[in-house]
């Protein structure tokens, strides 16, 4: 997942109630890239 997809994910939770701070997306972002890589969270 790019950084702009995690901005549309943002962007399609945001009506479902998900109310995101404005650093949530990086750090989200980041422990999907250590879970693929095998690391841990």
Known sequence: MT???VD???EWAAPEG???G???A???L???IR???GGTT
Do not use: C, Q, Y
Request: charged letters at 25%; proline letters at 10%; aromatic letters at 14%.
């Open 30 to 32: 980041i422990g999907l």
């Open 18 to 20: 998900w109310n995101p």
């Open 22 to 24: 404005l650093e949530d």
């Open 26 to 28: 990086e750090g989200f």
């Open 3 to 5: 950084r702009p997809e």
């Open 35 to 37: 879970i693929w890589s």
């Open 8 to 10: 549309i994910a943002i």
